[in-house]
Nanobody
């Protein structure tokens, strides 16, 4: 069984910063890409940023230059540093990981439970 647990959400004023963390645990053989997604009130879930096992990153246009994704492969952990936060960034942020549980098995997509980020104006 695999678990992804996010932490670091909270309430912050516009212009402030937060750092999200997501740790994967359980029966893990390897992790391919990891990423962050968010779902704002009344909106669909959208991609925020992803990072491959090789460190290649991808960002939504709305967060480029403000958010930075990174990972610690030894700790099976991915981070999202969020700076210059805006009220539009208010959402539940979800961690995602493409994980295989044993050698030769398929990669499956796992999700965390989500962490709330609220940015006040």
């Amino acid at each position: 069984q695999v678990q992804l647990v996010e932490s670091g959400g909270g309430l912050v004023q516009a212009g402030g910063s937060l750092r999200l963390s997501c740790a994967a645990s359980g029966s893990i053989f390897s992790i391919n890409a990891m990423g962050w997604y968010r779902q704002g009130p009344g909106k669909q879930r959208e991609l925020v940023a992803t990072i491959t096992s090789g460190g290649r990153t991808n960002y939504a246009d709305s967060v480029k230059g403000r958010f930075t994704i990174s990972r610690d492969t030894d700790k099976n952990t991915v981070y999202l540093q969020m700076n210059s936060l805006k009220p539009d960034d208010t959402a539940v942020y979800y961690c995602n990981g493409e994980i295989s549980q044993r050698s030769g098995s398929f990669l499956y997509s796992y999700w965390g439970q989500g962490t709330q980020v609220t940015v006040s104006s």
